[in-house]
């Protein structure tokens, strides 16, 4: 299998990185980091020099390819010198015997593109975990989504991780398949440590946390609003910064930013919140999300209040959901009572989560991959055109 993830393999752990690592006991599974949508702009350039010196993770159980390519994308001639560049790169990657192989396809990036046009997978399997156009505006949008509906109609298998990509990529496709995210439940589920964490010994009353990225999906609006309203309170932010719109929320006295944390000790400091929060924005970008961090916060047995998100509606006897900053205060007053950390609702929220496991998303996965791959060598898989082509 040769896996084009949407992410780098070193970055906050995601779906790619929890897949890649289970379909390769299956698998001779290649992980290839992600080649870029659009071009690079000045905001990113701490994240390019974070690539270039490498980020600390821990180590892969496979092979991870860094394939290199001029961040400029849109313009026809460079892009066909990007084309011959990591064809290049990728050329001896393929698999050199005549044995059936997947091109696993994790982004509408230029690099599956090159390889659907000049490759000879046995198998195409496009993995949907996002609304990827929904990021980026203009020429760079259309063209995002012309690269994906091509990938989706070549496809042999689509899976999506929401309802509302299913319905999205189904047009495109008559096998698109509902796989919604997972959790790695056992992580996650612990119990506090003696000491806590520095970070919570210097604080009073209870913590609403949050650990995952910080992007424009974030309602910073409502966030600064609720530290506000209750100072007694601590917030507590665990994850990468990609915005500059958390200044003033991450400014107040009473929020606490601890960065990224790798992910074996996350669990341990997740485990020190008193609840946790998804506060995303309700747009055209979150309404096709499905939230990792939820079912990890249930796995943890914390109570957990989020935004009306479609795909969260499943856990609605686990989760309380807001609208209204009045709503998420009054929801989130009743979520830090003592009451909410019973063992019986702890046991509950990691029952829930446990149905919702990796494993259980990958087997999902694997049955329909088993089912669609021949049973016989296929002449020529693997086969590379020329970069001349």
Known sequence: MIYLAPVDWPSIRQRPQQLALHLSQRYALKYVNAVGLRSVRPSDL?????????????????????????????????????????????????????????????????????LLERSRPSLVVYDCMDHYAA??????????????????????????????????LRPFSSDVHLAPNGADVERFAIER??????????????????????GD??????????????????????????????????????????????????????????????PFARNDLTRYVHPIKALEYLAAGLPTVAARLPDLADLSGFIQFASTPQQWLATLEDCLNSSQRSAAQVAARRRAAGRNTWQ???????????????????????TLQSVTA
């Open 46 to 114: 701490g994240r390019v020099l974070t690539r270039v010196r490498g980020a600390q993770a821990e180590p892969a159980p496979f092979p991870v390819l860094d394939p290199r390519y001029a961040p400029l994308l849109g313009w026809s001639p460079l892009d066909e010198i990007n084309r011959r560049w990591l064809c290049s790169q990728l050329r001896h990657e393929l698999p050199e015997r005549r044995e059936p192989w997947i091109l696993w396809i994790g982004a509408p990036s230029l690099l599956a593109e090159t």
């Open 135 to 168: 990021f980026h505006g203009g020429r760079t949008r259309a063209r995002i989504e012309r690269a994906e509906r091509a990938i989706v109609e070549r496809a042999d298998l689509v899976f999506a991780t929401s309802r509302g990509l299913v319905e999205r």
């Open 217 to 278: 999906w974030l309602d910073f609006s409502l966030l600064e609003w609720l530290a506000d309203e209750r100072a007694d309170w601590s917030f507590v932010v665990i994850g990468p910064n990609q915005t500059r719109n958390s200044r003033n929320f991450l400014s107040r006295p009473n929020v606490q930013y601890l960065g990224p944390i790798s992910y074996a000790e996350l669990p341990k400091h997740t485990a020190w919140f008193d609840a946790g929060i998804i």
């Open 193 to 214: 440590t003696p000491a806590p964490p520095a970070w919570r010994r210097s604080l009073r009353g209870p913590v609403v946390g949050y650990h995952g990225t910080l």
């Open 360 to 382: 259980h998303v990958a087997d999902s996965i694997l049955a329909e991959l088993e089912a669609r791959l021949p049973s016989q060598p296929v002449t020529g898989a693997g």
